[in-house]
């Protein structure tokens, strides 16, 4: 499995962003996906997941409301669409892959592939 993310970049409070993660390398459609950040001198974290058919979602509690996790298995591509962005939500954001169970994944745990990254940075 490869993992490609983008959509990164540099953007005022209050504003929005929208990430983009492209899969390669297997069926796109058995697979759990899932974003998590990491902020500088922080560990990485859990952002949100959704299940293979797109219906399912899961989202961290610093995160819910602003952001939306999508899915499209056609394309094979995972979206982290993020408003209402903070300085505390700069970060290296990364897109993730998993075949565990959902019970397991929706928690952030489980993941098995993970994308390089890209950086977001909310200015104040």
């Known amino acids: 499995v490869q993992l490609q993310a983008s959509g990164g970049g540099l953007v005022q409070a209050g504003g929005s962003l929208r990430l983009s993660c492209a899969f390669s390398?297997?069926?796109?459609?058995?697979?759990?996906m899932g974003w998590f950040r990491q902020a500088p001198g922080k560990e990485r974290e859990f952002v949100a997941a959704i299940g293979w058919g797109g219906s399912s979602t899961n989202y961290d509690d610093a995160v819910k409301g602003r952001f939306t996790i999508s899915r499209d298995n056609a394309k094979n591509m995972v979206y982290l669409q993020m408003n209402m962005l903070k300085p505390e939500d700069t970060a290296v954001y990364y897109c993730a892959a998993s075949k565990s169970s959902w019970a397991t994944t929706r928690l952030g745990f489980g993941f098995e592939y993970w994308g390089q990254g890209t950086l977001v940075t909310v200015s104040s």
């Open positions: 390398g297997r069926t796109f459609s058995n697979y759990y």
